[in-house]
């Protein structure tokens, strides 16, 4: 491993170690016959994510409602609040930190194997074709769950990746980004119009405040 893989493992124990959990193993329970028939094909091979990372359940001493999603970019952690003080925290890719954003959204839609259509922004700084079809070689990878404020789509998603190297950093276009395997076992967890709280820069323990308004939004990958 190279020194800046060491680098983000050393801040993921860092950031894990006051928060001690199980380590919940991926189940191919969770795959229907068309995501493994497409995982077959994904354009990546076995990624070793690193144990801070993969997938636990751990204690949760928020005070959000079950059901919830919470998004500690800081750590680079997604929690799904379980009943009973738990939760389950799923490692991600978030943001740079010019085009992340913070505040309280809402699950609006969501997809298996979702197609992509790039925003006008993304275009601007990439070069990606206007439409990319539902598949393992689409970015937004095995699902997606769309991020609403009211009848608005924010134009961020929670989605899975054809990149799980790069679970626990910061290079994405703004939005959040799973293993496949993950965010299919987040898909089949989260109801629509489920809430999800992104926490501001130094804020993992700050109080919820419900009121609060999503700010600095720019449309993302």
């Known amino acids: 491993m190279g020194l800046r893989g060491v680098v ?20 191919e329970a969770n795959l229907k016959p068309r995501d493994k028939q497409l995982l077959a094909r994904a354009p990546y091979g076995d ?15 928020r005070k959000e409602a079950p059901g919830s999603i919470v998004v ?5 952690y997604l929690y799904y609040v379980l009943d009973n003080g738990k939760a389950i ?11 992340a954003f913070t505040g309280v959204a809402k699950v609006g839609r969501k997809e298996e194997w979702p197609s992509w259509t790039p ?7 990439m070069d ?30 929670i989605h899975g990746t054809n ?6 950093q910061a290079i994405s276009s703004g939005c959040i980004r799973m293993t496949n395997e993950d965010v299919i076992d987040l898909y089949n967890r989260v109801k629509p119009g489920a809430v999800v709280v992104v926490l501001a820069p130094n804020q993992g323990d700050s109080p919820f405040n419900p ?7 720019r449309p993302g990958l």
């Open 8 to 27: 983000f493992v050393l801040i993921g124990l860092t950031l894990g170690g006051c928060m001690q959990g199980t380590l919940e193993p991926a189940s």
């Open 47 to 61: 990624v070793n994510i690193p144990e801070p990372y993969k997938r636990h359940i751990v204690s949760y001493h």
């Open 72 to 76: 500690d970019s800081d750590a680079r």
């Open 89 to 99: 925290r799923y490692g991600i890719t978030v943001g740079e930190e010019a085009l």
């Open 119 to 125: 925003t006008a922004d993304i275009k601007k700084r």
């Open 128 to 157: 990606v074709p206007n439409f990319v079809g539902g598949g393992p070689h689409n970015p937004l990878g095995a699902r997606a769950m769309y991020l609403y404020e009211g009848n608005r789509d924010t134009l961020y998603r």
């Open 163 to 168: 990149q799980p190297e790069y679970i626990g």
């Open 211 to 217: 009121t609060r308004k999503i700010a600095s939004m």
